[in-house]
């Protein structure tokens, strides 16, 4: 059996659940905008004490490693890699994207995650049927959805959206023809995330330190040694 603590404070909620090989023994999840830092122990500690789940007996830690909000990210990573380190187990990451794609199933067409950046773009990646990736994680313009969706529409299906930005995004898909479905899952969910990391470590899929997935660069620079500031 492997005991999975998982962890999301990468968008605008936050959960956390404990899994024995397939099944949820405990999970949490709150929709919230910032606060993730204050609320994500608490809620760990209530989900271990109703699994009945010693944290030290974990044998697996998940967590989400965005895109998302910069702060949610470093909370959540902070954090999943303190629980790894006290019990002596491995940390894995999974993208956010992964986790929305992962939650939608019995689907005949294929899924477009999309994200809000919180800013004019958005984040967003497509995946088939099956859940599996057809396009790599991408930061674009709405506008600009319609041609990455362009050649994984199908005649007989509509292109099921899912994510926070879906609702708002729709419209530029619908303008060029593209018929879309919108899924009611809206942000990433531990409870999924723990299936999906659990499924992977029972494939011996390779396990390394998670890091942050930025897809947009830094926005503050600092400067060429030598070069002088802006008055």
Known sequence: MTAILAIDTATNACSA???VDDTIL???YQ???RGHAEHLVPMVSTIAEEAECALKTIDLVAVTIGPG??????????AARGFALSAGVPCLGITTLEVIAAAIVNISSSLMVVLNSKRDDVYCQIFDSDGHPSTKPAIVMPSQLSEIAGGHISDSSPLVLAGNAASDTSQHLV???IRTEISPYQYPEASILAKLAASRWSQGDPVVRPTPMYLRSADAVLPVLGSSLRP
């Open 175 to 177: 303008r060029a023809g």
């Open 31 to 33: 929709e919230m905008i």
């Open 69 to 78: 909000a910069f702060t949610g990210l470093r909370v959540g990573l902070a």
């Open 17 to 19: 659940a404990i899994s």
């Open 26 to 28: 405990a999970s949490c």
